[in-house]
């Protein structure tokens, strides 16, 4: 993992300092509220519908067990017990006071931890694949190139006032396990036939009210020029983007005006012009880089067989439990979706022994990912049924990965101020109504997302099946989405027909997994089953 | 409109005393030496006619518009070093950022206090990107 | 009727006009007719609230409702925590919230 020089944290350390000075200017009333947003949005820091809420970076969904610690600390201190993991690997508080912000993020700085450009117009958190570096099926770790651009991101002077957000993903593996192409830039590590590192670059895609799966506008570009090559992308888009309208700002609707082609050729003829101001990061330093994400000290010899003699356990074990690169480890996946719960919310206590557990089992390490689940990402089979009886009685232990259950959901509009309807209780009612495992299991993997209104947080688009809260008339109405995916076979879903009410659309999708189980052929998922036959049948069982 | 009396500058030589012209204007006439840049105008433009520019006034509508901080670093890249201006709605707390892309001079619509100009101004020891101005980037620190 | 709401600006908490001051309880709501948009100007400037704006209402014999299911939410707290509500003793409290 990535350790702060004094560099690092001379550099937190003063945000911290700025971020205090601002809140006080703020309060004083040296800043407008109109002023002082943009700025708090900088530092994570929202205005909701019940107090403020902060936003916390976790970069690239990594961090340690004493990080994870100050997680639980911070919401036992200054929130009210607990947190809301997100679906860019961060994590939000709900119930925060301006006033206190300043000392969380000094608190957070104690463990090189931040809240910067987790919101507003800036390069957002990079986001990164939760098995990274656990992975069988990576090339390489593709952590180091996250952290690089992690650095070059931070208060970059040019791109802090942006036409929009803008968001980075990392993988280097052939499963997506990052959504890269539903990013700003999307980065997949790639050989060549001389066998060098680049990056496949996708850039334009995105979810909200207008969805793109971003197109592939660089195939091979070397690594050493991945700064250098971002900024070119940045600038054009910063200089060329429509600023009179925010819902066509992003730089997808860019990439979509100026069509694939005369992007791309836009970006080539900037970046020969960054390229003369050697603003890439030069190899030693990646390198330095590089050399936090060594392997940890993997032991040999190590047992695979496993005792699958408790069978509660050996459910978790099938549905939970991940390849590892190593002999004998496993990559553990914690579900923060049990039945009747809040998707990706994990009290201060959980949050503690998750961190407990990382520093017993997982090199002390710790994975966010983007479906708002916990990842211990390097355990030793061995250990496997110990840690699983430490993580059931704590409620943690939902053998429910990528199934039905396994629900992304934005706060809607329990907690957020641009909500139009409510996400959590339909999560919760669509968990309740397959709450019989062995039915989720016999649907498979499907990927159930839920927005609360057409921001999309919930990445609806990107659902096998989706949900989209929205508002009619004042009453929460909900749409049906089917055939959407944010992995590698990325597509966005499409809406079924008329909306529906809260109890309706749980009885919708229960229909629509009628069909699947009615129409499947021998290993069909579910979206495999809709993309074969169409939209028709699907729609015939929901509105006929 | 910016108030004269609100404006900060960072550099030695005089002010210069022309005022500045549209692009299209400064196009037309040969013998202009200063310019004004609306937020969506092309500042390559002004490339080919660098020896003859003085003072860049470049206009930020809203503060929130950023394209003025991609227009000063394509003028200081091509080797400009006369005077470069942000004009209107600049912000204490915009200046630090404005000064790393190449703005060396400030003529706000509203006063800037000059005490939390200077404190906001020197926060941050260290930067972690080149820019155009004489900050080291923390990389290079590392590396000697 | 018309009210008035809106957060604290240090706290975020939020926030009721009762004709006087800012209330945590939409039940002391007072109806501000034609003056909110005059109240939410000086109430802001005064920094005694932040992003205050008016609502419709309905009035009841247990105090004013709001028209919108949004700040019918942000009165009480959220739907999915009652615990974490203004009223986490009082199960029955949402009752007019949905």
Redesign the interface.
């Known amino acids: 993992m990535y350790k702060y020089d004094q560099y690092d944290q001379a550099i937190v350390d003063a945000r911290v300092a700025e971020f205090r000075d601002q809140t006080a200017r703020r309060l004083s009333g040296a800043l407008s509220e109109d002023q002082f947003k943009p700025l708090r949005l900088k530092n994570g820091l929202y205005l909701q519908l019940h107090a403020y809420m902060l936003r916390v970076a976790i970069p690239y969904g990594t961090l340690d067990s004493r990080q994870m610690r100050m997680l639980g600390h911070i919401a036992r201190k200054y929130d009210r017990g607990y947190g809301h993991f997100t679906t860019r690997q961060n994590i939000q508080y709900n119930w925060i006071k301006l006033e206190q912000a300043p000392d969380i993020l000094a608190d957070l700085a104690t463990v090189e931890m931040h809240a910067i450009q987790t919101s507003g117009e800036s390069i957002r958190n990079v986001s990164s694949d939760q098995y990274a570096g656990a992975a069988a099926d990576e090339i390489c770790d593709p952590r180091p190139w996250a952290e690089l651009i992690r650095q070059a991101t931070t208060f970059h002077p040019e791109f802090s006032y942006l036409p929009r957000k803008f968001k980075i993903a990392v993988t280097a593996a052939d499963e997506d396990r990052a959504a890269i192409r539903l990013h700003d830039i999307g980065l997949k590590l790639v050989r060549n036939d001389a066998g060098e590192l680049g990056f496949e670059v996708y850039i334009g895609g995105g979810m909200g009210r207008t969805p793109f799966v971003a197109p592939l506008i660089r195939p091979f570009l070397p690594v050493d020029n991945l700064f250098s090559y971002c900024e070119a992308a940045l600038r054009v888009w910063n200089r060329w983007a429509r600023r009179d309208n925010i819902h066509k700002q992003r730089i997808k609707i860019l990439v979509h005006d100026l069509g694939q082609e005369e992007f791309t050729r836009q970006v080539e003829v900037e970046w020969q012009a960054i390229l003369a101001n050697n603003s890439d990061v030069p190899r030693a330093e990646f390198d330095r880089i590089a050399a936090f994400f060594e392997p940890p000290p993997f032991e040999t010899g190590l047992p695979e067989d496993v005792d699958r003699s408790d069978p509660d356990f050996a459910v978790w074990l099938d549905q939970n439990v991940r390849a590892h690169k190593a002999p004998g480890y496993a990559i553990v996946n914690i579900s923060l979706k049990p039945t009747g719960g809040i998707p990706g919310d994990a009290s201060a206590d959980q949050i503690d022994l998750m961190a407990d557990l990382a520093e017993r089992y997982s090199f002390d390490e710790l994975r966010v990912t983007h479906a708002q689940n916990i990842v211990l990402p390097h355990v030793k089979k061995a250990d496997l049924y110990t840690l699983w009886q430490a993580l059931d009685a704590a409620g943690l232990a939902s053998a429910n990965l990528d199934l039905i259950s396994d629900i992304i959901a934005c706060p809607g509009l329990d907690y957020c101020s641009l909500a139009n309807a409510r996400s959590i209780p339909v999560a919760q009612k669509i968990a309740g109504r397959f709450a019989d495992l062995g039915r989720q299991k016999e649907l498979g993997e499907l990927k159930l997302k839920i927005s609360g209104c057409i921001n999309a947080c919930g990445h609806h688009h990107a659902g096998h099946i989706g949900i989209l809260g929205v508002d009619r008339k004042g009453t929460e109405n909900y749409q049906l989405l089917l055939g959407g995916s944010g992995a590698e076979d990325a597509s966005l879903a499409k809406i079924t027909g008329p909306g529906f009410s809260e109890d309706g659309v749980v009885d919708a999708v229960e229909k629509a997994t009628n069909v699947y189980l009615r129409e499947r052929q021998d290993g069909e998922r579910f979206v495999d089953t809709y993309r074969r036959v169409g939209m028709e049948p699907f729609k015939e069982a929901i509105y006929g | 409109m910016a108030d004269p009396a609100f404006s900060l500058r960072f550099r030695d030589d005089e002010p210069h005393e022309e005022p500045a012209v549209t692009l299209d204007a400064f196009l037309d006439q040969a013998d202009a030496s200063a310019v004004r840049l609306e937020?969506?105008e092309?500042a390559r433009l002004l490339i080919p006619h660098l020896a003859r520019v003085q003072l860049v006034e470049i206009a930020f509508p809203r503060?929130?518009?950023?394209?003025g901080?991609?227009?000063a670093?394509?003028l200081r890249?091509a080797g400009y070093a006369g005077e470069l201006r942000a004009e209107g709605d600049v912000?204490v707390?915009?200046l630090?950022?404005?000064r790393?892309?190449g703005f060396d001079s400030f003529a706000p619509a509203a006063p800037i206090?000059p005490e939390?100009a200077e404190?906001?101004l020197n926060?941050?020891?260290?930067?972690?990107?080149?820019?155009t101005d004489d900050a080291v980037p923390?990389?290079k620190?590392?590396?000697g | 009727m018309k009210i008035l709401t809106g957060n604290d600006l240090p706290t975020g908490a939020v926030v009721w006009w009762t004709g006087r001051d800012w209330s945590l309880h939409v039940e002391d709501a007072a109806d501000v007719d034609e003056q909110g948009e005059a109240i939410a100007r000086a109430e802001e400037g005064a920094r005694r609230v932040n992003g205050p704006y008016v609502i419709d209402a309905t009035a009841t014999p247990e105090g004013p409702r709001p028209a919108h299911i949004k700040d019918r939410i942000r009165a009480l707290g959220p739907t999915v925590r009652t615990d974490l509500t203004l009223k986490p003793a009082d199960p029955n409290a949402g009752s007019w919230v949905i």
């Open positions: 937020a969506g092309d503060f929130r518009d950023g394209r901080y991609s227009a670093r394509i890249e912000l707390d915009q630090l950022f404005m790393r892309c206090d939390v404190r906001l926060i941050y020891p260290y930067v972690y990107q080149p820019a923390v990389w620190l590392r590396h």
